[in-house]
């Protein structure tokens, strides 16, 4: 049974400069600062006092990753594509079918893309997660 509270609090600790870790849920976020709930209390704390990986952590669990500008491209990139080719298809200059598997291997593609970009640390898993992709 400790365990598992041990690993629930793990789940939702965002770590400070100095080390300690700060246990809570995001209940509200701008872009100095952050509220965290847990259990016990609610805090409003300075954003300042988190590294730049703990904010990024932060904003995703509040569902608002901060996504680099490249890989925003590349999202809105892939999504204006399968949008065009839908509309494509709706105007019959190809098939549905056709717009389908333009889609899929689209989709795919960002998702692959998405994953190298976890691999390499450009975003956190927290920010995939949040993406939804």
């Known amino acids: 049974m400790m365990f598992?509270?041990?690993?629930a609090c793990a789940e939702s600790g965002y770590t400070n400069h100095a080390g300690f870790v700060v246990s809570g849920m995001p209940v509200r976020l701008d872009r100095r600062e952050v509220t965290?709930?847990?259990?016990?209390?609610?805090v409003t704390l300075p954003?300042?006092?988190?590294?730049e990986s703990e904010?990024?952590?932060?904003?995703?669990?509040f569902g608002q990753p901060?996504?680099?500008?490249?890989v925003?491209?590349?999202?809105d990139g892939a999504e204006k594509a399968m949008a065009r080719s839908r509309k494509?298809?709706?105007?019959g200059l190809c098939t549905k079918e056709e717009s389908d598997d333009f889609c899929a291997k689209s989709a795919s593609a960002l998702k692959s893309y998405l994953d190298k970009q976890v691999e390499s640390g450009t975003i956190t898993p927290t920010e995939?997660?949040?993406?939804?992709?």
Do not use: M, W, Y
């Open 88 to 91: 494509r298809a709706e105007k």
């Open 47 to 51: 954003l300042s006092i988190f590294p």
């Open 4 to 7: 598992s509270a041990l690993a």
């Open 66 to 70: 901060r996504i680099p500008v490249a």
């Open 36 to 42: 965290l709930s847990n259990e016990t209390e609610v």
């Open 55 to 61: 904010q990024r952590r932060i904003a995703a669990d």
């Open 128 to 133: 995939r997660k949040a993406l939804g992709r």
């Open 72 to 75: 925003k491209r590349a999202i």
